[in-house]
Nanobody
Framework: QAQIVESGGGLVQAGGPRRLSCLAS????????LVWFRHTPGKERELVAGISRLGRTTYADSVEGRFTISRDNVQKTVHLQMNSVKVEDTGTYYC????????WGQGTQVTVSS
């Protein structure tokens, strides 16, 4: 079973950058389409970004132009570069495959201060 570890969260000032990482110990990494979700208490889990196995990316309207998802198939890592963060980007961020094949990791908390 895959083991997923998200990292990189923390307190960040509005307008600043933050880079999240997700390390997946899994043999089929290169074949997976990968996504980042975020969850804020009281709200539905939101799909914020996705990347296909060939590198095609998609983004939620709320983060388009500010976030960049990327993958490193050698390191089995997927990153989320967050720029120009907003208070509404606050939440716990999780990575998974597009079809939710991985067990959920512990997530990484991002708190954006105004």
């Amino acid at each position: 079973q895959a083991q997923i570890v998200e990292s990189g969260g923390g307190l960040v000032q509005a307008g600043g950058p933050r880079r999240l990482s997700c390390l997946a110990s899994e043999n089929w990494f290169t074949a997976r389409a990968l996504v980042w979700f975020r969850h804020t208490p009281g709200k539905e889990r939101e799909l914020v970004a996705g990347i296909s196995r060939l590198g095609r990316t998609t983004y939620a309207d709320s983060v388009e132009g500010r976030f960049t998802i990327s993958r490193d198939n050698v390191q089995k890592t997927v990153h989320l570069q967050m720029n120009s963060v907003k208070v509404e980007d606050t939440g716990t961020y999780y990575c998974n495959t597009k079809d939710l094949a991985w067990p959920w990791g512990q997530g990484t908390q991002v708190t954006v201060s105004s």
